[in-house]
């Protein structure tokens, strides 16, 4: 079973599924996988029952108006294969209210910006959807800029139990810059390197360490990083109650899972939820030291150790290297 990570407590790796104490795996296990591979009810599994009411963005948007309404840190969002008709009204109020009108259209279920566009055009936004589901989500035209360039920010939550709410996050987060400096001519709309920040799969990856960032952030902005953070934790908190109250029915006591958040600042340093994502790519947390900043300390995380810290507060209870939300 190519892809799986098969781990017995604590923490070796077993030969075989159907040996595993904990199935840790980027693939979607269903009652026809298991049976296929021999798992049973009794083993950890990384994924949480109609976790896409987080994961794909259409279930998510919905999943925060259903229990909270329309909080400040989510961009207005449109289901376009349901919603198109609200998204045409509220986009000619705009207009004839002179507010800006700039939209981006993120596919349902899809990472990395694959077929993402941003536009202000209405006839533009109907054509794309052609090229498969996609919402319509307010685009942040005025984000919090580092050196004159956009970027965001990518936390991991691991959750323990949905009932009650047990959520914790990583004092490892990093930060995704943009490579060219953030403007809203119409013509750097079709500029990736410009409007995006994810360059791991494609672009120019310009790395940078998160306590430097940190550390230059508070220098450039007159700010102190941990009343972002707090306001952010906030965020993350209110995210997976929504998730909670609105599904009751993800609740599975042999379910622990990893999710990456994604979160953008706005000009004056509010978090905005970009989305959730399943089996989060977590390299730049193995590959990099980095400093606990969030805790005020200088004392070096090390990469080699970010799974020993995800499995350690996953399974054994512990709360090394994270802090609950």
């Not at 075989?16 to 296929?36: L, N």
């Not at 410009?194 to 952030?217: A, C, K, Q, S």
């Not at 306001?231 to 599904?247: G, L, N, Q």
Request: charge should be negative; proline fraction near 4%.
């Amino acid at each position: 079973m190519a892809g799986y990570l098969f781990l017995s407590i604590c923490f070796s790796a077993a030969s075989e599924p159907k040996d595993a104490d904990i199935i840790w795996t980027s693939a979607q296990i269903d009652e026809e996988m298991k049976k296929a591979a021999g798992l049973t009810d009794e083993q950890f599994i990384n994924q949480f029952p109609f976790e896409a009411c987080l994961v794909m963005k259409h279930h998510l948007a919905d999943t925060v108006q259903k229990a909270l309404g329309s909080p400040e840190w989510i961009q207005p969002t449109y289901n376009l294969e349901t919603n198109l008709t609200q998204l045409i009204g509220d986009y000619f109020i705009r207009e004839r209210d002179g507010l800006d009108n700039l939209w981006i259209l993120k596919p349902w279920n899809m990472a990395r910006t694959i077929d993402t566009a941003i536009t202000g055009n209405l006839s533009a936004i109907i054509r794309l959807m052609e090229t498969g589901p996609k919402i319509c989500q307010k685009y942040i035209e005025h984000p919090a800029l580092f050196q004159g360039r956009k970027f965001d920010l990518r936390y991991i939550v691991l959750v323990r139990s949905m009932k009650p709410l047990e959520i914790f996050i990583t004092d490892v987060f990093w930060v995704r810059l943009a490579n060219n400096a953030y403007s809203l001519d119409e013509h750097s709309f079709f500029e990736y390197e410009t409007h995006f920040t994810v360059m791991n799969y494609r672009g120019r990856l310009n790395h940078m360490n998160t306590p430097e960032f940190v550390r230059e952030f508070e220098k450039e902005h007159q700010v102190e990083w941990m009343d972002i953070h707090m306001r952010v934790k906030r965020m993350i908190r209110s995210v997976f109650e929504s998730a909670a109250a609105v599904h009751p029915e993800m609740h599975s006591p042999k379910s622990r899972a990893m999710y990456g958040v994604d979160v953008m600042l706005t000009n004056d340093f509010q978090p905005k939820l970009l989305e959730v994502t399943y089996s989060p790519d977590c390299n730049r947390a193995c590959k990099f030291d980095t400093e606990a900043v969030t805790r005020g300390s200088r004392e070096i995380i090390k990469g080699s150790d970010f799974y020993n810290d995800v499995f350690g507060c996953l399974f054994l209870n512990e709360t090394t290297h994270v802090s609950a939300v």
